[in-house]
Every structure is written in C-alpha cells, then in structure tokens.
C-alpha cells in the first residue's frame, strides 16, 4: 500500500501529491518539462519510449517518470547534466532510423519529435549504419502513413482500443522489425480515426485531406465550436487567406476531451465547395439568376404582398444559429405568421418543458451513469463524442448498457432488449431481465434518439420514456437520467427560442409541407432547411436562405446568400442546453451575409424593420427575452415538469437514424473527404455490422 | 501463401477439452493469458503452423480483439505464420553462439539443405529459420529443430543431424558432445 499524500523532492523543491501520481506528473504540477513521446494523459501508460529519464536518488539506474508512481521522500533530479546526457542518449536512438525528411513531412512545425530533438538533441549523427524503412500501410481516405517515420510510441494503438473502441491497429513482429500497422489494411472503421493525426507525435500518420496544403505557422487560428452535430465540440478553426485550411479539436472536458469526430475534422472542405456566393432569382426560364441583393429582396417583397399570413410558412434547418432563428421569429410574428417549425424530421413531441428536449445527464456525468438504456438511437453515428464517453464509462467496468432499436456495433458490449418501441413496456412491466438491472442501478440512464422521437409513435415513446425514467429512479434531486439525443446543432436552440408552431393555427413541419403540396400555401421560407422532401412543394414560392446550393436552394425561387459556421459569431445551444458560440474565422464568401442580418434586410424590405444592425444588438434583444442563452457554456438543471401526451408504441422496429454518419448536412454532402469516406469506410462498417 | 490459408479453424474436440482445462487454469478475468498456450495447441493442431483463422478462432475463445491475437502471433517467433518445412529448424543467433561459431552452423545448414534463412526445401522437409537466443548458451552453439534442442554443434555433427533426419533417422538430441545437461562435471566437454 503507498502512503495516501507522498512528499517528495524534485529538482529540490517539495511536493505532495495524491496516491498513485507518476512521477512525470508531479513534475507537471510543478511547472517542470519532461519530454515524452510515449505518455499521453488520456491514455493507459506504455513506458516504452524512455524520453522521459529522470534521476532518482538511491535508484540505481535513471527512470521512466512516466511510469514511476511518486512515494514517500524520493528525491528526484531533472535538470542534471547526467539527465541531459541520458536524454541525449535516448534522443540519439530514436533517430538512429528516423529520416532526415522534415523539410517534406507535414507534421513539420507540430512535431513532438522535431522540437525535442531541437531541445536535447545533438546536431551530429554518429551513425553509419543503413536506416531502416518501413513499408507505408493504407489507412482510408483520412489519414496517410509514412511508417519509417514512426518511433513505435503505440499511442495509436492505445487510442484505437482506449478511446475509440474499434480496436483496429497493432504491433505486429517484433524488435527491429516491428511495424505498427492496422489489422486490416485499407480504411480505418472508426468515426474518431482522425484524432490519430493529433495523437501520433511524429509524422508517421498525419491527415490526407490536409496533405502539403499549409505550415502551422502560416495559420491564423480561431477556437470556435463544431455544429456538424448536436454536441458542438470545441474546435480551432486554422485559416489561411480567408480559407479554412482545416480543423481540429480544442480542449473541453465537458463535451469532447481532447478529441473529435472525422466529420467534425473532415467536412470542412465542403465550406470550399457548391457556395452561394451571391443572390438568386428564378428567371421566367425557370432558371436561377445570380441578382443583387435588392433586386433578391426586391422580388420576395412584391411576392409577398397581399399573400394571408396563414398561407406563409417558415421552416428553419439543422445547422441555424439562434440568432436567426430569433430574428426570424420576431419576423414572421410582425407577419402575423404562425406556420413555423425547426423540427425538419417532422417531430411533433411536446417541447413545452426543456426537460423533454435535452440531454439532462451532462455528457460529462455520463461516467458517473451504471446503467443505460439507449431507445431507438445509435450514438456512435448521431453523437460520436457522447457514444465515446459511454465507451470510456463502460471500459471503466460497472456499467450495464441495453439498446432498444437496431443491433449496431458501439464498442462497448450491451443486451439487446427488443427492436420496437414495444420493448419499452416489456421493461416498463419488469418483463424484460434490462428491467432489474436498471433497478438496481444508482445512477441509471435513459437515451433517446432523436429519430426515434420523429416517427409516428414518437409521442407515445416519449411518453413511455417518461414514465420508465420516473418509475426506475431516473429522476432525482441529485441526478437526471432522461435524456434526448438531438441530432441537429441548431435544434436545441430552436426549441429553446419557441421555434415551434404558433397560435391555435399555426402548422409544423408534416402539415406545412402538406400543404404546399396541396397548394394551400403560398410562400415557404427555408431558413437553411435542406433535409425536407423538397420535390413536393408544389407551385409553393420557396425562398432559400443558406450557405450552400444543396437541396433548397434547387427548389428554390429566390436563393439568398448566407455565412457558412466558420464565417459567423453564432450562438448555438448543444445537446446538454449548453449555451456555446462559434467565431469567425474567415470572412463570408462573395456576397454572403450572416443569416441574422439577410433577415434584417428582409424585414426592411417588407417594410417591417428589426431593428437590428450588428450581431450584438440581436443578441442582445434574443439575451433579454432569453436569459439563459447570455449563459454561455453553463449547463443549467432543467426542472421536471410533467410532458408529453403519449399514445400506442408500435411494433415496427426502429430503423437508423443516421444511415450514413458522413452525410448529415449540405457541407459535408459537398465534401470530397466525405463523399471519399462514403465509398470507402461505410460499405465496411455495414458489412461488420451484419457479421 | 495465403492460397495456404484455410477459410476456418476449429479446435478438434480433443483439443476444445484441453483449450477449457488451459482457460481454466487462470484467475477469473485474466483468461486471456490463455492465450499463448491455446496459440501453440491451435499450432500444433494445424501441422506446426498457425493460419490466420486460428488465431482469428482463438481470439473469438478468449474475447480478445482480434488484432491483439495477431500481435501476439507475430511478436514470438515460435509461432510461424507460414507453412513450414516437417523439420523446423531454428538457428540461434544471438552474441553467445555466435561466439561459438554459430556462423559455420548456419553456413553448414545452408549449403547442406541448399537453403536459405527463411526459406524450406522444395521436398518439404526442411525449413531454416533465424532466431534469437534458445536459452541454452551453455551449451552454445544451439539449433531447435521441432521440439527438440541440439547442442555444443559442430559442422560435422550438424551434418549428421540433418542425415539422420532426412534419412528418416531420429538424431541423437542435446549436447551432441555428451555433455551431461549444463553440469560442469566436465564430462562429455571438449
Ligand atoms: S504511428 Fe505514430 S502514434 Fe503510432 S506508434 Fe508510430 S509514432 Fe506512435
Ligand atoms: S514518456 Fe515515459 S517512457 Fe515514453
Ligand atoms: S545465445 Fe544461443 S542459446 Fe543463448
């Protein structure tokens, strides 16, 4: 047993800390640099590099402090000259076979080997011997490998099995002829393969779709937040002459840790791509014709004029910050008009209580969850950074998972308790074994999908989850585990904001889209709204507001150009109710502009003024009928209220909700590097699910 | 040679018993370390090679990643990934016997067999294969070849042993100078 504080002396200075802190760590606590390849804070210890020599008094050799735990009165050197020759030492060996290639390796400029070589390395290569070269290994669309210049860390390895759970790289022979290669060779099957790029400390493997295209040092770097899903991971948005160059994450122990999903990193050559760079306008060929803005707007006024506010609909789609969804609404009330929904899935479930919406387990609390019951949803493809903190809970041990829905591969081992919504009743009733588990639980859990919450028993699975999560102790003072996966960045928001039907008549999404199939509406606004049928809106007026000439903006009569999510200061509201907000990090493309303002300028032409000229004012006025949205990154307890209306589960099964991860949205549809991982990875990963 | 591969291996029913007896043998939670023993039973079974779908078969026995298995296999030398020869013959090469004329022991088998490191006679019968130290440096140099260790060698008695043995003779095992094990008797040493 270690002693539960041990005091020790580094570099002689004093230290306590807790049991079973390494040595490295306790050096970090005191502000002193080891040098590591190897060690990686979120991953198991492999102690194989020896970068991180330090001497201990007594100890008869120097010590990896990686994976030396701290105890009582070491005393512990890092800055001696028999340090800096043991340092030198083991720097000399790791690049007795490294090339001489960083002129034309991308990792250039971000390698841990480049600047601790800088640091402790000699400037002479003493030896003559042949270096070894290592075969490059096919890893998919994403990341390219130059295996000679891998120093055999295994941190890869340790993230495939420790964070994303696909278990896909390894070790293979040994010694001089090791060589860290995947099982299989050809496209990596797993949504967070990306991260493998930021893991490997050397060039070894760094990413395809960003190959040669710009040095570190030329970046202009900007932290946002990703809205390629609800979660809205925190990511730094690398920009070059007004383009994105790439993406990648940024800390949040919240929500994403250190990582993020391949289409979070990957998509964002779609924002390169298919733009609406300036206004159309349906000409009486029938074909879009570029327009100024006036004349744009010109053409919405006059057409909109004498039309009944009940035949005017708006719908708003999945990647809308609020403040257009705001803006938009403070419109269409001056309009009189009530028809507007931002459930583009055609959900009708009772948003009234925040409770019924979110996800009220925090991502982060999930590790405190032990038992899970995921309905109708696959949180692998719909929310990778919530699926791989279940994962991360689960490789803990002590946490039983069942899934209602689709036998999907998650990485983590669970009970499959039924393919409908009718299985809920079996555990509902304790006729499911799940039952007691969840019984027994102490901080038990329920998730369910959005696409669940869609269908046309949605209502009656709301309900149902309701009454499942209050009657298993779900619902506590100390702990709610009811909880909602959103699929869309922009949802959330919208019901946070009442982007919801209005009035005694107003319609939502199922009838709107009715009834401009019937012809019984006139004029349809598509606020970024792309994942509609949109070849059944019969002789509607449809305007299309976005960034991108994807499904809408085809249909579209009149196409107004709007800011992609890297070109806007945008308030977003993720899964959890956490408040967030992306930045600008280039401008807007041609003549784009930010949606918030595309409405103020609509509503001045329909000589109904917002009175809106900066993003600040909107959000401001948005701030001051919705206080919790000036909160920014607070996840805030919901209070219970009673929901839902319920009604009769049905027996069909429930389908996927995300049939294809890469292509949720209209950049990452334009993106090359998902329409790459479309053909290469997801045949894969349907194979391995029907084995 | 993956035409060599078979599509599926199981364990014959013998061998299933022996895999459960050797699974058992570890703590609960910790059966994975069955895994170098069932290897070599799956080894043994296949004619002293291990195809991918036994380790594959082994991995799915234990619940391991199956890239884990194959790190395995590949990580210790005695598992041959590849058919080999009736007779595998392992050649140390490590400092001690090399110091001992390890060298003349390879060339010998070399010229004798008309084979290189690495490669089996066209009849099948023999493979040649590098490995590092049998553990047996007392009596280096060392050759293994099956299960067998034969010791203190010379040219001369390494041509003997590969006679014998293609000759379908069984050679005399260990110390070929009569050594008794690693004593210092001295009796048996030069
Ligand atoms: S590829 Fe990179 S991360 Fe993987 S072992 Fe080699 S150096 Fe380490
Ligand atoms: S960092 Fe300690 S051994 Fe690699
Ligand atoms: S060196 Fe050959 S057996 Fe040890």
Redesign the pocket.
């Known amino acids: 047993m270690g002693c539960p504080m041990p005091k020790l002396t580094i570099n002689g200075r004093e230290v306590e800390v807790a049991e079973g802190t390494s040595v490295l760590q306790a050096c970090e606590q005191l502000g002193i640099e080891i040098p590591r390849?190897?060690y990686h804070e979120r991953l198991s210890v492999a102690g194989s590099c020896r970068m991180c020599l330090v001497d201990v008094e007594k100890a008869p050799r120097p010590v990896a402090s990686c994976a030396m735990p701290c105890s009582e009165g070491m005393v512990v050197h890092t800055d001696t000259p028999a340090v800096k020759a043991e340092r030198q030492a083991v720097m000399e060996m790791l690049l007795l076979n490294h090339p001489l290639e960083c002129p034309v390796c991308d990792q250039g400029g971000e390698c841990d080997l480049q600047d601790i070589a800088f640091a402790y390395g000699k400037d002479r290569c003493r030896s003559r011997e042949v270096r070894r070269r290592v075969r490059d290994k096919a890893m998919g669309p994403l990341i390219v490998?130059a295996?000679t210049?891998?120093?055999?860390?295994?941190?890869?390895?340790r993230?495939m099995d420790e964070i994303a759970g696909t278990h896909e790289?390894g070790?293979f022979y040994r010694g001089e002829h090791l060589e860290?290669a995947p099982l299989i060779e050809g496209p990596l099957l797993s949504e967070l393969s990306g991260n493998?790029v930021d893991?490997?400390?050397?060039g070894?493997?760094t990413s395809k779709p960003y190959a040669f295209r710009a040095r570190p040092w030329e970046l202009t770097k900007t932290e946002s937040i990703d809205v390629m899903d609800a979660v809205g991971s925190a990511i730094r948005i690398d920009s070059r002459g007004g383009e994105v160059m790439r993406i990648v994450p940024r800390l949040h122990e919240g929500i994403n840790e250190e990582w993020i999903g391949d289409k979070t990193r990957f998509a964002c050559d779609g924002l390169r791509l298919q733009r609406l760079d300036t206004p159309y306008v349906r000409g009486s060929d029938g074909k879009l014709q570029p327009a100024s803005w006036a004349e744009a707007l010109g053409v919405i006024a006059a057409r909109l004029k004498n039309v009944q506010p009940s035949r005017i609909a708006a719908l708003a789609g999945d990647l809308v910050d609020c403040e257009a969804l705001f803006a938009m609404g403070q419109l269409l009330d001056k309009m009189d008009v009530g028809n507007r929904d931002c459930r583009q899935d055609g959900a009708v479930y009772d948003t009234s209580v925040r409770a019924a919406y979110v996800m009220n387990t925090p991502i982060a609390s999930i590790e405190k969850a032990d038992a899970v019951l995921l309905v109708g949803v696959n949180p692998r493809t719909e929310a990778t950074m919530v699926n791989a903190r279940l994962y991360k809970r689960w490789r803990r041990g002590g946490m039983a998972v069942g899934v209602i829905g689709q036998a999907a591969d998650l990485g983590y081992a669970y009970e499959h308790v039924g393919y409908s919504p009718v299985a809920l009743r079996d555990v509902m009733d304790g006729k499911h074994a799940f039952a007691s588990v969840l019984k027994a639980a102490k901080n038990p859990m329920i998730i369910v999908g959005a696409g669940a919450l869609a269908r046309g028993d949605g209502e009656a699975i709301h309900a149902a989850a309701r009454e499942l999560a209050e009657s298993f102790g779900m619902i506590r003072e100390d702990w709610n585990g009811f909880n909602v996966l959103q699929q869309a960045a922009a949802r959330v928001g919208g019901l946070d904001l009442g982007f919801v039907p209005q009035g005694q008549y107003g319609m939502g999404v199922r009838s709107i889209l009715a009834a401009a199939q019937g012809g019984r509406l006139d004029a349809l606004y598509l606020l970024g709204a792309d994942e509609i049928d949109t070849a059944h809106l019969g002789k509607t007026f449809v305007i299309y507001q976005g960034s991108h000439g994807d499904r809408g903006a085809q249909r579209a009569d009149v196409v107004l150009p709007a800011a992609a999510y890297t070109e806007k200061d945008g308030t977003y509201v993720n899964v959890e109710g956490r408040v967030q907000r992306t930045r600008r990090a280039v401008p807007p493309v041609g003549e784009a502009m930010e949606d918030w303002a595309i409405i103020a300028a609509l509503s001045r032409a329909l000589a109904r003024p917002l009175p809106y000229e900066t993003v600040k004012a909107v959000r401001g006025a948005m701030i001051a009928k919705h206080p919790h949205l000036g909160r920014v990154d607070d996840v805030s307890v919901n209070a219970w209220q009673p929901f839902g209306k319920g009604g009769t589960l049905s027996l069909q099964a429930f389908g996927a909700a995300v049939p294809n991860y890469y292509m949720t949205n209209a950049i990452c549809r334009v993106s090359p590097t998902m329409a790459a991982c479309t053909a290469a990875i997801l045949p894969l990963q349907q194979k391995g699910e029907g084995k | 040679m993956n035409n060599m591969q078979p599509k599926s291996f199981f364990f014959t029913p013998e061998n299933e018993a022996e895999a459960k007896k050797i699974i058992a043998k570890y703590p609960a939670g910790k059966q994975v370390s069955a895994i170098l023993p069932l290897l070599d039973r799956a080894q043994r079974q296949h004619g002293g090679w291990l195809p991918s779908a036994a380790i594959v078969y082994v991995a799915g026995l234990l619940s391991v990643p199956e890239v884990k298995a194959f790190e395995v296999a590949s990580f210790y030398t005695m598992f041959n990934l590849e058919p080999t020869g009736k007779y595998l013959i392992q050649l140390c090469r490590t400092t001690p016997c090399w110091l001992k004329g390890g060298e003349d022991i390879a060339r010998t088998c070399e010229t004798r067999l008309g084979i290189k490191a690495g490669e089996t006679t066209p009849d099948g019968l023999f493979t040649i294969k590098e490995v590092e130290c049998l553990g047996a440096c007392v009596n280096a140099p060392v050759m293994q070849i099956n299960d067998d260790y034969y010791e203190n060698l010379t040219p001369d008695s390494v041509m003997k042993i590969l006679d014998d043995l293609a000759a379908g003779r069984k050679p005399k095992v260990g110390s070929q100078t009569g050594r008794c094990g690693a004593c210092s008797c001295g009796k048996g040493d030069e």
């Open positions: 390849f190897c490998t295996m210049r891998c120093i055999h860390c295994t941190r890869c390895i993230f790289l070790g860290i493998l893991v490997c400390p050397v070894a493997l």
